[in-house]
């Protein structure tokens, strides 16, 4: 299977509800990180994680290296929320540290 | 202020053309990138460069070679552009490999080639 596999590929939220996104990895992987694509195509980085847990206003980011997955929780969404994200993980050792992007979850935020 | 600058924003190319995109960062990071994002496979490394005049491929290098004149300036030059090739290009920066240090992307350039 893909070594990085995302899930769901879309989700629709009304405003104010929680929700969360899920990366799961077919082998043990270094970091994972999160990005967010805005309906403008631009890509920004929300979250890098060796381990744990981190916390920035209404996301929150878990990595689990040993169960091998990773998830973004979205707190109170709001319609700016709107958009790709994408988790991207770093295998480490022979794979140079380059990152393995998964494909994607789409989600959507209604008033 | 963009730190990571695309140039062409979009482009129509021909099947069989010479294409080159163009990147231009001012973050001062050693490291540049070029992705190709289609959908349904998220983003997809295709040549990568840690110092001027060197490049390292990627993931999926056939079919493109890339540029590194100088630390602030990477391009990726498609020889002969083929239909599989359009795609949108994104161009990043980092201070190091490794994900812990953080990829700064550029806006990306929609590429269609006819």
């Known amino acids: 299977g893909m070594p990085v596999e995302q899930n769901p590929p879309a989700l629709s939220l009304y405003e104010g509800a929680d929700s969360g996104l899920r990366c799961n990895f077919s082998?043990?992987?270094?970091?994972v990180q999160w990005f967010q694509q805005n309906h403008r195509g631009r890509l920004i980085t929300l979250f890098y994680?060796?381990?744990g847990t981190k916390e920035n206003g209404r996301l929150k980011s878990t990595f689990n290296s040993k169960e091998r997955y990773s998830t973004l929780h979205i707190k109170d969404a709001q319609l700016e929320d709107s958009g790709t994200y994408f988790c991207a993980a770093e295998a480490g050792g022979g794979s140079g540290n380059k990152l393995i992007f998964g494909t994607g979850t789409l989600l959507s935020v209604k008033p | 202020e963009a730190a990571v600058t695309q140039s062409p924003r979009s482009k129509v190319a021909v099947t069989g053309g010479k294409v080159t995109l163009s990147c231009h960062q001012t973050n001062n990071h050693d490291y540049m990138y070029w992705y190709r994002q289609d959908t349904g496979h998220g983003l997809r490394l295709i040549h990568y460069s840690y110092v001027a005049d060197s490049t390292e491929k990627g993931d999926i290098p056939d079919g493109y070679k890339a540029s590194r004149p100088s630390q602030e300036n990477f391009s990726l030059i498609l020889e002969l552009a083929s239909l599989s090739q359009t795609a949108v290009y994104f161009c990043?920066?980092?201070?190091?490999?490794?994900?812990?240090?953080?990829?700064?992307f550029g806006a990306g350039t929609r590429l269609s080639v006819l």
């Open positions: 082998t043990t992987m270094k970091s």
């Open positions: 994680l060796a381990q």
């Open positions: 990043a920066s980092s201070a190091g490999l490794g994900g812990q240090n953080t990829l700064y």
